[in-house]
């Protein structure tokens, strides 16, 4: 289950603790997870995805 095209989701470059911008994946506003890239971060939210949906 891609997530490109579901506005439920963002992908954001955000301050998260870290000592430069991680991407930030949130799922109607809230908190997926972050990653380095842009990249694992939309990954990370396509598979976040699919464990929601059950495939």
Known sequence: MD?????????????CGYS?????ARFCGRWIGQQETEAEAR????????DRMGV
């Open 3 to 15: 997530i490109t095209g579901d506005r439920r989701f963002s992908i954001a470059l955000e301050w």
């Open 20 to 24: 430069t911008r991680r991407w930030v």
């Open 43 to 50: 990954a990370m939210a396509t598979s976040w995805n699919r």
